[in-house]
T-cell receptor
């Protein structure tokens, strides 16, 4: 069964610290993986998308990695800011389905001053 | 562009009442999606349209739910009759071409529905 699992479920860190969020998936065959940021009370916003051939992609202080062999992705946040407090959702698309996006449950990140 | 526009932003209704949620996708986008988000189940795809035609409605929970897209700039999601378990945030989203091309899906701000 195609699944996307994220860890940790929630995370609290101090402002200025770094953190890494994990995403493991079983979707096969694989097409692409996206990370979304969802602020409380808002819709998800795309941070990055990675295809099979990409290992690392950065978007400002956000760096996503992908290991297609182990079916793992991570989102690293550097020098966290209060505005980084949000849920981060990993979404994987399989290659053989018309529009099947498998959504993870998300990691709720809280940045404390 | 104003992005995906949804209305209402918040709605509280009594059980049994009809609820209509509205969505205006980003101009030029040919895919429109309706999602539902709850704490228990996360984001769930309810239905999506391509060029105003419903392609996959397998996520629609029951016959009480229906969605229409009469033109490229407007879609509705209707619940009749509503039940307390329908309480959730309903997101409309749109994209240009299919996600298979890697194009991003843009979400609206959501409609927060509470059925009492």
């Amino acid at each position: 069964k195609n699944q996307v699992e994220q860890s940790p479920q929630s995370l609290i860190i101090l402002e200025g610290k770094n953190c890494t969020l994990q995403c493991n998936y079983t979707v096969s065959p694989f097409s692409n993986l996206r990370w979304y940021k969802q602020d409380t009370g808002r819709g998800p916003v795309s941070l990055t998308i990675m295809t099979f051939s990409e290992n690392t992609k950065s978007n400002g202080r956000y760096t996503a990695t992908l290991d297609a062999d182990t079916k793992q992705s991570s989102l690293h946040i550097t020098a966290s800011q209060l505005s980084d407090s949000a849920s981060y959702i990993c979404v994987v698309r399989g290659r053989d389905s018309n529009y099947q996006l498998i959504w993870g449950a998300g990691t709720k990140l809280i940045i404390k001053p | 562009d104003a992005g995906v526009i949804q209305s209402p932003r918040h709605e509280v209704t009594e059980m049994g009442q009809e609820v209509t949620l509205r969505c205006k996708p980003i101009s030029g986008h040919d895919y429109l999606f309706w999602y539902r988000q709850t704490m228990m189940r996360g984001l769930e795809l309810l239905i999506y349209f391509n060029n105003n035609v419903p392609i996959d409605d397998s996520g629609m929970p029951e016959d009480r739910f229906s969605a229409k897209m009469p033109n490229a700039s407007f879609s509705t999601l209707k619940i009749q009759p509503s039940e307390p378990r329908d309480s959730a945030v309903y997101f409309c989203a749109s994209s240009f071409l299919a996600a298979r091309s890697g194009n991003t899906i843009y979400f609206g701000e959501g409609s927060w529905l509470t059925v009492v």
